[in-house]
């Protein structure tokens, strides 16, 4: 068969999940079956996703195809930031310093915390009244 070598990558922020498929091409880039332009809309955020390709030179040289989920657009940035970078590992283990260095590979653990009970959320408390 005369199939693309396809690299894959998961990528995880907050809520969001991404599933990134990489494979060598010219640089097309599809979010959900549109542009990372369209999808993302924010300039910051399509520049953000943009970032471990930069970082290794390797801008126009994948295909990328990706589906996320959950979360909100800047939660499913970074997630597709997240995913680009291990499927670019997964393709050359050499890049690893590169994407370490730029943070790329390190998951933000940042989770919104639980609401507890007897309260408003998970730190606020219904207002207290004296009489």
Same mark, same amino acid.
């Given at each position: 068969?005369?199939?693309?070598?396809?690299?894959?990558?998961?990528?995880?922020?907050?809520?969001?999940?991404?599933?990134?498929?990489?494979?060598?091409?010219?640089?097309? +880039?599809?979010?959900?079956?549109?542009?990372?332009?369209?999808? +993302?809309?924010?300039?910051?955020?399509?520049?953000?996703?943009?970032?471990?390709?930069?970082?290794?030179?390797?801008?126009?040289?994948?295909?990328?195809?990706?589906?996320?989920?959950?979360?909100?657009?800047?939660?499913? %940035?970074?997630?597709?930031?997240?995913?680009? %970078?291990?499927?670019?590992? %997964?393709?050359?283990?050499?890049?690893?310093?590169?994407?370490? &260095?730029?943070?790329?590979?390190?998951?933000?653990?940042?989770? &919104?915390?639980? &609401?507890?009970?007897?309260?408003?959320?998970?730190?606020?408390? +219904?207002? +207290?009244?004296?009489?």
């Amino acid at each position: 068969m005369n199939q693309k070598q396809t690299y894959l990558g998961t990528g995880r922020r907050k809520r969001a999940l991404a599933r990134v498929r990489v494979m060598r091409g010219n640089g097309n +880039f599809s979010v959900n079956g549109t542009t990372v332009e369209e999808y +993302f809309g924010r300039e910051t955020l399509t520049m953000m996703v943009r970032q471990p390709l930069e970082a290794t030179q390797t801008l126009g040289e994948f295909d990328i195809s990706a589906n996320v989920s959950g979360g909100g657009v800047a939660g499913q %940035a970074g997630a597709l930031r997240h995913g680009i %970078a291990r499927a670019l590992l %997964a393709y050359d283990p050499n890049l690893r310093a590169t994407l370490r &260095k730029g943070g790329f590979l390190t998951r933000d653990p940042r989770m &919104k915390e639980r &609401k507890k009970y007897g309260q408003k959320g998970a730190r606020a408390r +219904f207002q +207290f009244s004296k009489r």
